[in-house]
């Protein structure tokens, strides 16, 4: 699929069905021009293309961190509770830009609350 025909799909679509589907034509290196395809979308600034991209990266995150709770019995409340907000907005913004994966960004975060044996320290 060509660039215009991309963009002209992606403003088809609303909310999160547009960034996924900018998403979906770019590989992770090019996760920084996102806020300019949002931007284009949007008929948005840059600098709330940059928001509305840092929150779809939240949300995603989100969710996959209360998918892997519940299959570890861990309730909803206890993962909020045992996580700071500021520290996930953080990550989602590494993620906007590039410089994170967001698997890597939802393991990390995941093992804060749930560490598995191998994160364990057993002497300290």
């Known amino acids: 699929m060509n660039n215009d025909a991309s963009n002209e799909r992606a403003r088809e679509l609303r909310g999160k069905n547009a960034i996924y589907n900018v998403h979906r034509e770019l590989s992770h290196s ?46 909803e409340y206890d993962l909020i509770s045992r996580l700071d907000p500021s520290e996930i907005h953080r990550y989602a913004n590494e993620v906007s830009k590039g410089l994170l994966l967001e698997r890597a960004a939802v393991d990390f975060l995941f093992n804060r609350v749930c560490p598995t044996e191998k994160n364990m320290s057993f002497y300290g």
Request: with cysteine.
């Open 30 to 75: 090019d996760e920084n021009t996102i806020n300019f395809k949002v931007s284009e979308i949007y008929s948005v600034p840059l600098e709330e293309a940059e928001e509305i991209h840092v929150n779809y990266h939240l949300d995603r995150i989100a969710s996959a961190l209360k998918d892997r709770a519940q299959g570890c019995s861990l309730g």
